[in-house]
């Protein structure tokens, strides 16, 4: 069988909402910007789901790995001074 | 290494439900067991497009027309987001795609049979997506993270599927003799079909074990298939339909139905390729996926000029 | 002819259009060259079907001897459709319907926009929801043109015959009768020869850009004015209309 391809991989991210964050809604294929960003319009958004798209080619990203969990994540849990819970005001203080 | 970091083993994971993610350590035959499975899903979906589209151009209505072809595209995203969810194991697309046309990957036996007439348009809605809802609702909590979340999303996509084909066969049980007799028939020749989509039982069932220490499944064919005649003889009792089993009894003490006996004989000669659409719908894939070569070609021609431009 | 009757006609034309071209389009599901072309395919295709809806509904009603839009869409004869011959025509290639697509957007936006102003209120507010899903055609059609006219040398050799074939048809297009004058003059559709303007010179400047040479004919393919149309409509209707047909009794 000769050689194929189904073309490169896209992650896409949707803004339900103006104004809001956009989130991972999965990936497509395509070739290029234009054709990415039509395909994850026809695929993810066909119950009205979207309002704006991003779409990155997928070896553009950059995560974090597994072994990394610990080094990265567990540092800021014992932080509890940036919740604002964390502070005690005076009984009858409003508005802050 | 990995795992000690983590603290956390693969089982560990499974046995706290914990969902196992692209980048987790896992079994090789974790990896393959999904791999096989996750295609053959995606597969099946992407193959059972071809029966029901071979009605979009004989819709006997406009508004029929639209509800087919937007539920028959659904098929081909929900296609979509399983393929996606393979090759974050990876393998690529390419691969799952020479996989089934090589016969090394299968797709859902029920696709091998034919739609004849316009109420198996209303079987197939009702009889086999009704079949894959409840196999389908099971997965949504299955271990493995993007098939889980593919199968969320795909759920909440169908649940207008089976209605629309419920919708068809209560029409036409309320329409002309002919219609009442063309939904009967579509029921007399899906009913058994649909019932051996959930598979061999579950002392025949090869694969099990495994898939169940691993939480990728977490009921059984019988389970499943118990579940599925149970909700689905009573709506065919309210249009009047009847389900083409003799032996077909509610059973007091069980507080669910008996049924005949499956022919397994025909479901393994539909498996290995003799079912009466085996060969057509493969011919059909292949047919469509080598006319879109030169296009695909193109597309990444384009792409490299693009790039030699910038 | 009253302008009553002239509006029947038109938006008769405008709904056979949308209907038999969605019918073509449909025929695409399961044969893209891509899974996610696939479901782009389909998405047109059920733009085209939904605003046969609007259209033919609006017809019934102006009609006004109670049928519906499914009895206009599956109870009419093949010399009673008044679509343009280009869009009866078998879907071909990739290459043949991504030029018939891109030649039809081209020509929808233009009409639709003119539309969209009608003094006919009803028509004037569905043509302002065609318009957004004209735009999005157009997009896609003529960003496939680009990958096809400059991918490689057989798609564009496809695309290039793709052309050739359908020139003939773009003429009648633009085509108008004396009914078309009544409701011109009645503010209700606009001059078709501006439009022909517009859309030839948009046509000639992207084709340009992808090396496409558009031929030269002196002779154009007309008829569906009259109702008469190539030797394929009648297969689509009969494909389309079978069930109808073959159970009167039935409803659907």
């Known amino acids: 069988m000769s050689k194929d ?23 497509v294929h395509a070739s290029d910007g234009k054709m990415a960003l039509q395909n994850a319009r026809d695929i993810y958004t066909r119950r009205n789901e979207g309002s704006s798209i991003w779409v990155v080619p997928s070896d553009c990203i950059v995560a974090s790995t597994l072994s990394d969990t610990e080094m990265f994540f567990d540092p800021s849990a014992d932080k509890i001074y940036r919740h604002p819970t964390f502070y005690v005001l005076p009984e009858g203080a409003k508005q802050i | ?62 508004r029929a027309k639209q509800i087919l072809l937007a539920k028959i595209q659904d098929e081909g995203g929900h296609g979509l987001y399983l ?31 034919p739609a004849l007439t316009w109420a198996d348009i209303g079987a197939i809605g009702w009889l086999v997506d009704g079949a894959a809802i409840v196999n389908q609702v099971s997965l949504q909590k299955t271990s493995y993270g993007p098939y889980a979340r593919a199968m969320v999303r795909i759920c909440k996509e169908e649940s207008f599927h089976q209605r629309q084909g419920y919708e068809i066969m209560a029409h036409m049980m309320d329409g002309t003799a002919d219609q009442k007799q063309m939904a009967q028939d579509a029921v007399n020749r899906w009913w058994w079909p ?87 719908r493969m011919q059909h894939h292949v047919k469509y996926h080598e006319e879109g070569r030169w296009v695909r070609e193109a597309a990444e021609a384009y792409k490299n000029r693009l790039k030699q431009s910038n | 002819m009253t302008r009553q009757d002239a509006l029947f006609n038109y938006v008769l034309k405008l709904g056979d259009q949308s209907l038999v071209y969605g019918h073509r389009m449909s ?42 839009e499914d009895d206009l869409a599956y109870k009419r004869g093949e010399r009673e459709f008044y679509n343009n011959l280009m869009v009866e025509l078998p879907i071909g290639d990739f290459a043949f319907t991504m030029a018939r697509q891109f030649l039809l957007s081209s020509y929808e936006y233009f009409l639709f926009t003119g539309l969209a102003q009608s ?3 009803k028509l004037a507010a569905i043509a302002n929801k065609v318009i957004k899903e004209v735009r999005y055609h157009w997009t896609h059609s003529r960003d496939w043109l680009m990958r096809l006219g400059l991918g490689t040398s057989v798609s564009h050799e496809k695309l290039q015959r793709a052309i050739d074939e359908l020139w003939i048809y773009t003429d009648e297009l633009f085509e108008t009768g004396p009914e078309d004058q009544l409701l011109k003059s009645a503010g209700i559709v606009f001059n078709m020869d501006e439009i022909k303007t517009v859309w030839t010179e948009l046509v000639h400047s992207i084709l340009k850009e992808i090396d496409i040479t558009i031929p030269e004919t002196t002779f154009s393919q007309t008829g569906s004015r009259l109702g008469i149309h190539t030797e394929h409509l009648g297969h689509l209707l009969a494909e389309m209309q079978y069930l109808v047909r073959a159970y009167p009794e039935a409803r659907w």
């Not at chain 2, 020479?98 to 090394?104: A, F, V, W, Y």
Request: charged fraction near 25%; hydrophobic fraction near 35%; glycine fraction near 6%.
């Open chain 1, 5 to 27: 391809t189904q073309l490169d991989l896209w992650e896409v991210f949707i803004q339900a909402k103006v104004g809001g964050n956009h989130v991972h809604a999965g990936s």
């Open chain 3, 119 to 121: 003094k006919d209120e």
């Open chain 2, 194 to 280: 649909a019932l051996m989509m959930f598979g061999p039982h579950d002392s025949d069932s090869p694969h099990s074990g495994a898939a169940f220490r691993w939480k990728i499944k977490n009921k059984s064919n019988d389970e499943l298939r118990r579940k599925f005649i149970d909700k689905t003889v009573p709506q065919a009792e309210v249009i009047g339909l009847r389900i083409p089993d003799p032996d077909l009894k509610w059973n007091e003490m069980k507080q669910s139905y008996d049924h005949g006996k499956i022919n397994w004989e025909e479901f393994r000669q539909v498996i290995n390729g003799n079912g009466p659409c085996n060969r057509q």
């Open chain 3, 27 to 68: 025929e695409w599901c399961s044969k893209a060259p891509m899974l996610e072309e696939d479901l782009a395919l389909t998405n047109i295709a059920l733009d085209y079907i939904g605003r046969a809806r609007a259209f033919l509904s609006y017809a019934a009603e102006l009609e006004g001897k109670s049928r519906s």
């Open chain 2, 83 to 113: 393929y996606s969810a393979a090759e974050t194991l990876g393998i690529s697309r390419d691969e799952m795609i020479r996989q089934l046309h090589e016969g090394k990957a299968r797709y859902s036996n029920i696709f091998n049979y």
């Open chain 2, 1 to 62: 290494m990995d795992v000690l970091i983590a603290g956390t083993s693969f089982q560990d994971k499974i046995d706290h439900d914990i969902n196992i993610e692209p980048k987790d350590v896992m079994p090789d035959e974790y990896r393959t067991h999904l791999i096989r499975q996750i295609s053959q899903h995606a597969h099946s979906e992407v193959i059972g497009m071809q029966p029901e589209g071979n009605w979009i151009t004989r819709a006997p209505s406009l």
